[in-house]
């Protein structure tokens, strides 16, 4: 005799081409119970992929976002996982990229006759409800050789703390900080863009 458990995995094995009312009706099983445990099956095994984004997670300082954590999964575990998902679970784990950069004051390269500072749109409201609403930027500086300075500057989006370009110089030339811009918005289309506030000190 076929266990009901069997018969559910043909059921699924089959329903990209037949229905799942007509395999449900010829196995004798009710829909209802096959729905059933095809939700427990999609809460076990996203408790074993939540399992997994932890340890990458803590395996690399907690400093990886979703995108780094998605390839880990792919690369370490051969887990094939949307990125979308890999966010939601790490957002129902409430772990998110921890992005700790050291405060720089650097004078602007921008001569004061061609500056413009703009109205303060985001008013310390670091709060997003969705990617792509709200981006910083920030320029720190590393030590390296004989008195030298690298300095890295990057953009994070505040909804996951994710960094979504960088750029390294050893200048503080304007053209280094559009590089830094212009790398994060390529990634993104421009409907995707349409309400995006980026901001920068």
């Known amino acids: 005799m076929i266990s009901n458990k069997y018969k ?5 094995s089959l329903s990209s081409k037949f229905s799942i009312k007509l ?10 119970a096959y729905y059933k445990w095809t939700n427990t099956s999609n809460q076990c095994k996203d408790r074993e992929i939540m399992d997994k984004i932890l340890a990458i997670y803590n395996d690399n300082r907690k400093v990886y976002g979703y995108r780094r954590i998605k390839i880990s999964l792919k690369r370490t575990f051969g ?9 939601r ?17 650097y004078k602007n390269p921008i001569p004061n006759e ?3 500072i703009e109205n303060n749109v985001l008013n310390r409201n670091f709060e997003a409800k969705t990617l792509n609403q709200k981006w910083v930027a920030d320029i720190t500086y590393l ?25 390294l110089s050893t200048s503080l030339e304007i053209e280094f900080v559009i590089d830094t811009v212009k790398t994060a918005i390529s990634k993104c289309s421009r409907e995707k ?9």
Do not use: T, W
């Not at 559910?8 to 699924?12: G, H, N, V, W």
């Not at 679970?89 to 004051?105: A, D, E, R, T, Y």
């Open 143 to 167: 030590r390296y050789g004989n008195g030298c300075r690298a300095y890295p500057s990057a953009m994070m989006d505040l909804n996951n703390n994710e960094i979504i370009g960088y750029k």
């Open 23 to 32: 395999l449900c009706e010829i196995s004798n099983i009710s829909r209802s």
């Open 114 to 116: 061609y500056a413009k």
């Open 89 to 105: 679970l790490m957002q129902k784990l409430k772990i998110q990229s921890i992005i700790k950069m050291k405060k720089f004051k």
């Open 79 to 87: 887990i094939n996982v949307n990125h979308k998902k890999v966010l």
């Open 8 to 12: 559910y995995l043909i059921i699924k």
């Open 193 to 201: 863009l349409k309400d995006l506030i980026i901001h920068s000190d």
